[in-house]
C-alpha cells in the first residue's frame, strides 16, 4: 500500500543496512511510529531479536502485528475458503449485494451514477459500518458491502483474523477512490470522473486476496508486539538494551485525517457517524499528534528525545533535511538531539548510501540528499 512518509524504499536504499547492522548490537527493536510497518517488518523478519511497534492508529499496529506477531507462515488457502468464500457466499444473498450490482452495471451518466450509489447507501443495512459512512463516497456500493461482509467473517482465530484484517485494510487503501489516502474522496467532476470508474472497478475480493496471500508467507523470526498508544506513553517501557527507530510526521496535517477510512476497518466496529464531504468520523474519535501540530511539534520532540536520552536509548532517526509544515526540520532535530546524543549522519545521497559521521563532507552531502537518517548514541 501506498503510505505517507513510508521508508519502504529507503529500506534498499542504505537504510536497511544500518537497522540490521545496528539491531544485531541490541536485545530488541522499537518501532515508535510504525505507520504503514514496513520497517518494522523489515527487522522483524531479517533478524532474530523481538520488534515492538508502536503507532496512535489501530490500523498501524494492525499492519504490523500481521507480520511480526507471528513466527511461521500460515496456509492461505485454507483461510481463502474459510473466509474470503464464506464472505462472499454470505453477501451474495443478500438483497442490498444485488441491488449493488445491479447500481455497477447501470452506469450511463457519472454524476447520476454517483448520486444513486448515495441514495442506496443511505439505507441501513445492519451489516458493517462502510456501507453507509463510506459506500457513495469511497466505495462503490458493491465494494462498501463487500467490506462490510469481509469484516463481518474475520475468523476468530487471533492470528489468522490478523493477517486476514491487514489484509483487508491493504484492499481498502488500493480500492479506495481517492487521491492515495483517504482525506478527501473524488468527486464526479470531469476531470475526477475517470478516477472513480477506475476505483470502484476494483473487487475488494481479488484485492484481499492478493494481499492474504502475500501477508500470510511472511513473519517473524522472533514474537514481537504492538502497542496502539502515543510513543511518550511506551517511554518507560523502552530502555538503553533497545534499538529504537523514530520516523515522525512531518505534515501539520493529522495522519488520522487522511486514513480515517482505514482505521474505521481495523476498529471493527458495528457503525460509526460521519460528516462533511470528506466523510469523518467525529473529532474526538481521530487520534491527534502534537507532531502535526506547529505549536506542538518541537515541544514534543524535545521531550521525546530527552526522555529516551534518560533512558539511555540508541537512537536511528529519519526525517526530511529541509523546513516540514508542522515546524520541524532535520537540522533542527540534529541540533536538539546534540545536547544529549552524539549524532551520526547517514544519509541517503543521490541514491546512494553514505556514513559521513563527522568528517567535512558533512555539508555538502546535507544539502544534497532529502531525507536525514541520523543515529543518536546516547553521550
Ligand atoms: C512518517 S509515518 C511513519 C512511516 C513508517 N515508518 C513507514 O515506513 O510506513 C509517521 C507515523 O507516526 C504516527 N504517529 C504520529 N504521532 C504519533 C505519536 N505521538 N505516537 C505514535 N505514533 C504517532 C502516525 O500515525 C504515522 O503512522
Wanted: charged share 20%; with cysteine; hydrophobic share 40%.
Amino acid at each position: 500500500m501506498k503510505y505517507m512518509g513510508s521508508k519502504r524504499s529507503m529500506l534498499k536504499n542504505g537504510l536497511g543496512k544500518l537497522l540490521l547492522r545496528e539491531t544485531k548490537r541490541f536485545d530488541r527493536f522499537v518501532d515508535l511510529f510504525t505507520g504503514a510497518a514496513f520497517v518494522a517488518w523489515f527487522v522483524a523478519e531479517n533478524l532474530d531479536k523481538p520488534v515492538l511497534a508502536v503507532d496512535l492508529q489501530k490500523y498501524a499496529t494492525s499492519l504490523a502485528q500481521a507480520v511480526i506477531g507471528r513466527t511461521s507462515q500460515l496456509d492461505s488457502s485454507e483461510i481463502i475458503s474459510s473466509w474470503i468464500e464464506k464472505s462472499a457466499q454470505h453477501r451474495n444473498s443478500d438483497s442490498f449485494w444485488l441491488e449493488a450490482v445491479a447500481h455497477f452495471n447501470s452506469l450511463v451518466d457519472i454524476q447520476e451514477w454517483v448520486s444513486r450509489a448515495r441514495d442506496l447507501c443511505s439505507i441501513p443495512s445492519g451489516i458493517g459500518p462502510i456501507w453507509s459512512a463510506y459506500g457513495g463516497h469511497y466505495f462503490s456500493p458493491a465494494q462498501a458491502i463487500t467490506f462490510d461482509y469481509l469484516i463481518a467473517n474475520l475468523p476468530k482465530e487471533s492470528s489468522k483474523r490478523e493477517v486476514c484484517l491487514a489484509a483487508c485494510i491493504s484492499a481498502a487503501s488500493e480500492c479506495v477512490a481517492a487521491p492515495g489516502h483517504t482525506a478527501q474522496p473524488f468527486q464526479p467532476t470531469n476531470s475526477a470522473a475517470q478516477f472513480i470508474v477506475e476505483a470502484w472497478k476494483r473487487d475488494p475480493i481479488e484485492y484481499s486476496k492478493k494481499n492474504l496471500i502475500a501477508l500470510a508467507t511472511r513473519h517473524a523470526q522472533v514474537l514481537g508486539s504492538t502497542i496502539t498508544d502515543d510513543a511518550a506513553n511506551v517511554i518507560p517501557h523502552i530502555n538503553s538494551t533497545d534499538l529504537v527507530f523514530i520516523d515522525p510526521p512531518y505534515s501539520s496535517v493529522q495522519y488520522s485525517r487522511f486514513y480515517h477510512v482505514l482505521e474505521t476497518i481495523a476498529r471493527v466496529e458495528q457503525s460509526i457517524n460521519v460528516s462533511g464531504v470528506g466523510r469523518y468520523p467525529p473529532l474526538d474519535d481521530r487520534p491527534q499528534s502534537q507532531f502535526s501540530n506547529i505549536s506542538q511539534a518541537k515541544p514534543a520532540l524535545i521531550e521525546l528525545l530527552k526522555n529516551l536520552a534518560e533512558r539511555s536509548c540508541t537512537i536511528i532517526l529519519t526525517f526530511p533535511s529541509g523546513p516540514a509544515s508542522n515546524s520541524l526540520s532535520g537540522d533542527y532535530i540534529k541540533q536538539v538531539a546534540s545536547q544529549w546524543f552524539t549524532v551520526e549522519d547517514h544519509s541517503t545521497i543521490s541514491g546512494k548510501f553514505s556514513t559521513l559521521g563527522g568528517n567535512n563532507e558533512i555539508r555538502d552531502a546535507r544539502m544534497n540528499s532529502n531525507e536525514l537518517i541520523l543515529l543518536m548514541k546516547p553521550r
